[in-house]
T-cell receptor
């Protein structure tokens, strides 16, 4: 089955700096890679996703890159703000009727004012 | 906007009690999922359902059962709650097929005494 590894487990940055979180996956059939942000006491919220036919996707200060050959994808947050502080999860899926997701273990991002 | 709601945000139960956690989605999604989230262990899949009355075991189904009598509602049942089932429980829903995302509810924090 699929195995998704996520690094680092914690990340502390100064406000205004960039933050990068990396994930690797094992199943070459995986074709969908969402990123979720989970604030304290809340459920995970989708912030950006990328499909396997795309190498990069941007949404304002957030970008995701995908390297299918190396089987890794990354989340980039630029000009970080204190409200970016949260736990971020990556996931991988190969779709199908069940459409199961395989999640990374999460990265706790702390943005210091 | 997709909405996934869970019946309780916080729940306190005693060992041996039967516990019902309810999840409702309003987007006519075929698939629904129950995860538990524990510190350092990420999101672990308990059970999922791909249609009414259909269910599949996830990675950690022991001690749990599920029910899906209507498409929009998916229930998680702890037949006899134990202290090691103290956790955050997250429900999600999504469509079948390729490159479809999952949407999460706010979570239920369960404490078993």
């Amino acid at each position: 089955g699929e195995n998704v590894e996520q690094h680092p487990s914690t990340l502390s940055v100064q406000e205004g700096d960039s933050a990068v979180i990396k994930c690797t996956y094992s199943d070459s059939a995986s074709n969908y890679f969402p990123w979720y942000k989970q604030e304290l006491g809340k459920g995970p919220q989708l912030i950006i996703d990328i499909r396997s036919n795309v190498g990069e996707k941007k949404d304002q200060r957030i970008a995701v890159t995908l390297n299918k050959t190396a089987k890794h994808f990354s989340l980039h947050i630029t000009e970080t703000q204190p409200e970016d502080s949260a736990v971020y999860f990556c996931a991988a899926s190969r779709g199908g009727n069940f459409n199961k997701f395989y999640f990374g273990s999460g990265t706790k991002l702390n943005v210091k004012p | 906007d997709v909405k996934v709601t869970q019946s309780s945000r916080y729940l306190v139960k005693r060992t041996g009690e039967k516990v019902f956690l309810e999840c409702v989605q309003d987007m006519d999604h075929e698939n629904m999922f129950w995860y538990r989230q524990d510190p350092g262990l990420g999101l672990r899949l308990i059970y999922f359902s791909y249609d009414v009355k259909m269910k599949e075991k996830g990675d950690i189904p022991e001690g749990y059962s599920v029910s899906r009598e209507k498409k929009e509602r998916f229930s998680l049942i702890l037949e006899s709650a134990s202290t090691n089932q103290t956790s955050m429980y997250l429900c999600a829903s999504g469509n079948r097929g390729s490159q479809e995302t999952q949407y999460f509810g706010p979570g239920t924090r369960l404490l078993v005494l």
